[in-house]
């Protein structure tokens, strides 16, 4: 069997872009790989530092949310990242061989110094932030890594490291691959990417009032001003959402509604809200069961913490062992 591995930040709450470009594809994948998924932590404090307060309870939420939508601790290993120390030994290990210069080209480095305003990103931290994903990707030997679009940078440079290490100490690790899925980037309420940085977001815990408040008020094609105008449905953000989120059928349906002015934008939207509250309703009544089971979280975090250290240790004497480093016995 070959493995994957992957990790969200619990710097919020999981919204639909994450779903759909990764945790949707871990739920497929659980049954036919090994599979590796974490909770992020010490990446999250590379640009929230300051206010470190609701880590806790993020990572409370990000494991529910994780869980209600489908992910089953009996397929897979899901942990805690920072319960595995040796993410730590081989991040440092990592960083001796990486050269700045590949950080400092890393489009999101660039990108999230410029975006995420009022937080000095000139930290050792960020900068280094990839050769931490690296090392939690090479920590477990990984073949595959199923991410949404904006981590390929990352998962390319993990690849580079991977080489470069494997050029000096020899085979130690493969390199990983990337695994996307058919929504690789959501787009989100304003027709940007959907993040957490911007503000568009559709939470997978939002209750249904919660998502129509936010679906209903979006902007669609300006051109229609009248309900009797036809719509252009891909100046659309409604009719983008549509695509990732409606059957074919109803993809059709209001394509053609809208050019002909035949649906309004706001039954437009109802359809829209309908077909993700299908994906969500199941998924808050998991929750619900989840939360009332006493001690549930800390034993699943516990059990996938041991089997993950199981295999970073092994991977550790490993790399080790090709650096010529002292053995730990
Ligand atoms: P993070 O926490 O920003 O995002 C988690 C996952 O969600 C995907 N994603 C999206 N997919 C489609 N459309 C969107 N709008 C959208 N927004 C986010 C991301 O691509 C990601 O797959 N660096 C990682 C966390 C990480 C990691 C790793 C991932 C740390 N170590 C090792 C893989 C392997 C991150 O910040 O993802």
Known sequence: VQRIVSGIQPSGRLHLGNYMGALKNWIALQDRYESFFFIADWHALTTNYEDTSPIRQNIREMLVDWLSLGLDPEKCTIFLQSDVLEHAELNLLLSMVTPVSWLERNPSYKDQQTQITGRDLSTFGFLGYPVLMSADILLYRADHVPVGLDQLPHLELAREIARRLRHFYGPVVPEPLPLLTPTPRLLGLDGRKMSKSYKNCIYVGDSSAEIWDKVR?????????RRSDPGDPDKCPVFNLHQSFSPPETVQEVDKGCRTAGIGCIDCKKLLVGHIETILQPAREKRQEISARKGFLKDVLQ??????SGEARQTIREVRRAMRLPDED
């Open 217 to 225: 008020p979006m902007v669609t094609d300006p051109a229609r001003v």
């Open 303 to 308: 059990e996938g913490g041991k089997t993950a």
